[in-house]
């Protein structure tokens, strides 16, 4: 059993940044895919970026594009989002979800384990 947990969340005006973090309890991480996906109210949870094992390969979601990047330091077991730039429709609760496998995975029911999740607030 991986555990997840994310952290640095919080409230910031729009144009501001933020860096998630997120830990995870294996000393396999890099054996890991790792993936950030958010959900705002009465919405559905999307994709917003995923990272391959040895942080070769990226994925993000279009409305993310050149203003977040997802990064991992496998010697820490921790995976991050660097939010730049950041728009009120970017408010939701983020999640770190990770899965045994190559790739990146923009599907969240391929993903085994799931962080509790950190709020991001975004004034406008």
């Known amino acids: 059993q991986v555990q997840l947990v994310e952290s640095g969340g919080g409230l910031v005006q729009a144009g501001g940044s933020l860096r998630l973090a997120c830990a995870a309890s294996t000393r396999s991480f890099s054996s890991y895919s790792m993936g950030w996906f958010r959900q705002a109210p009465g919405a559905e949870r999307e994709f917003v970026a995923g990272?391959?094992?040895?942080?070769?390969?990226?994925s993000y979601a279009d409305s993310v594009k050149g203003r977040f990047t997802i990064s991992r330091d496998n010697a820490k077991n921790t995976v991050y989002l660097q939010m730049n730039s950041l728009k009120p429709e970017d408010t939701a609760v983020y999640y770190c979800?990770?899965?045994?496998?190559?790739?990146?995975?923009?599907?969240?029911?391929?993903?085994?384990?799931w962080g509790q999740g950190t709020q991001v607030t975004v004034s406008s």
């Open positions: 979800a990770g899965r045994s496998g190559l790739g990146v995975a923009t599907t969240q029911r391929i993903y085994d384990y």
């Open positions: 990272v391959s094992r040895g942080g070769g390969t990226t």
